[in-house]
């Protein structure tokens, strides 16, 4: 191989590291050393969240999206495993195959059902906290089929047909539990449901409903689906 081939080499390695190290579309991994101030490791399909004081000494981090391994649609492995956080850590992730949602789940390689709640409707994401860092597969139930084909400015939501709104705002930051993102604006899980004309005719619950296959169950206090007994 002469120089020249080989500077060509080099030129495109450089350029596939900085795409699968990078973050935001279109990449799957994602790495930084976070220290005490906390920071933001954003993939393709997942945003981690680590805030300030939840490490005490710089730490290499890294979000990496693979394929599910236990049944599920998206698996999420942050590095390094098994790590404490002092202050929970929120992981968003986005689900692009399952658009029809009718209950959803998280869980870590030991089975371990985790706190489960939408973030952004409008974008199919949800999200989970989590005290130690590690790896986490997303499992989301296929909705009711629509009796009849919705129209080209709706999509089919666990048999109804409602407004698709994809192109609505997101939020510059995931919202606090106990809250989603709305077009821009953080609201609590309640306040959108009502507003929105939740099930029976506004009551606000856990949506999508919580996987209760899977032991889990609707705080009724922050509309978090969560392990049964968990507070």
């Known amino acids: 191989?002469?120089?020249?081939?080989?500077?060509?080499?080099?030129?495109a390695a450089a350029t596939f590291g900085l795409v699968a190290c990078g973050g935001g579309s279109g990449a799957t991994t994602r790495t930084a050393t976070v220290g005490t101030a906390g920071a933001t490791l954003t993939t393709d399909n997942a945003t981690l969240v680590?805030?300030?004081?939840?490490?005490?000494?710089?730490?290499?981090?890294?979000?990496?999206?693979?394929?599910?391994?236990?049944?599920?649609?998206?698996?999420?492995?942050?590095?390094?495993?098994g790590h404490a956080l002092s202050k929970s850590a929120t992981l968003v992730i986005e689900d692009k195959k399952t658009t029809n949602v009718a209950s959803v789940s998280m869980r870590d390689d030991s089975g371990t059902e985790h706190?489960?709640?939408?973030?952004?409707?409008?974008?199919?994401?949800?999200?989970?906290?989590?005290?130690?860092?590690?790896?986490?597969?997303?499992?989301?139930?296929?909705?009711?089929?629509?009796?009849?084909?919705?129209?080209?400015t709706q999509e089919c939501d666990d048999g109804t047909c409602k407004d698709h709104n994809g192109s609505a705002a997101t939020c510059s930051t995931p919202c606090a539990s106990g809250e989603e993102c709305d077009d821009g604006a953080c609201k609590t899980h309640g306040a959108f449901e009502n507003e929105h004309g939740g099930a029976a005719g506004g009551t606000a619950t856990c949506s999508p409903a919580c996987d209760t296959a899977a032991g889990?169950?609707?705080?009724?206090?922050?509309?978090v689906c969560k392990p049964h007994g968990k507070p």
């Open 1 to 11: 191989m002469n120089l020249k081939n080989l500077k060509v080499v080099f030129a």
């Open 50 to 81: 680590i805030p300030a004081g939840a490490l005490t000494a710089d730490t290499p981090v890294t979000v990496k999206e693979v394929a599910p391994k236990s049944g599920g649609d998206v698996r999420i492995e942050i590095e390094p495993a």
């Open 115 to 152: 706190n489960t709640e939408v973030e952004d409707r409008n974008h199919h994401q949800f999200k989970t906290t989590m005290d130690t860092l590690g790896h986490i597969e997303m499992h989301a139930t296929q909705g009711s089929t629509c009796a009849t084909a919705c129209s080209a």
């Open 216 to 223: 889990m169950e609707c705080d009724a206090t922050d509309l």
